[in-house]
């Protein structure tokens, strides 16, 4: 991968890393309402838990943005870390955290092989 492609994944994943930092800040404290109305407890509890997942689907993300970030300051970046082949450009610039070229993603999906899985299961929920 050439310089200008690698600032420029760099610089998506920089500012994807700011805004996450900054959401996840903004959300520790998930608020505990109480009410004295049975319905609304019910839609709070819901609200609350939703709250929780997308919590933990950013915190995910969070984690694989670092690593991104990571691989490319040691020079691994774009480099599929189950085969070593080179990641695709048309999937980094849809997932430029990917850490997986798309055939071992979904392998991985498919639990070929052991990954971090807490991505894929997420990736799942989310879908
Ligand atoms: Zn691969």
Not at 86 to 113: G, M, N, S, Y
């Amino acid at each position: 991968m050439n310089k200008t492609d690698l600032n420029k994944y760099k610089a998506v994943l920089e500012a994807r890393q700011t805004e996450l930092s900054a959401g996840l800040r903004n959300r520790e404290d998930i608020a505990i309402e109480k009410t004295p109305d049975a319905l609304d407890e019910v839609q709070l509890a819901g609200e609350r838990e939703l709250a929780i997942r997308n919590l933990d689907r950013e915190s995910n993300l969070l984690r694989n943005v670092k690593g991104a970030l990571a691989r490319i300051a040691e020079g691994s970046y774009g480099i599929c870390l189950h085969c070593e082949e080179e990641i695709k450009p048309k999937r980094l610039e849809a997932v430029p955290w990917a850490k997986f070229c798309i055939r071992c993603q979904e392998a991985a999906d498919r639990h070929e092989f052991e990954s971090d899985s807490a991505e894929t299961i997420d990736e799942l929920l989310a879908a």
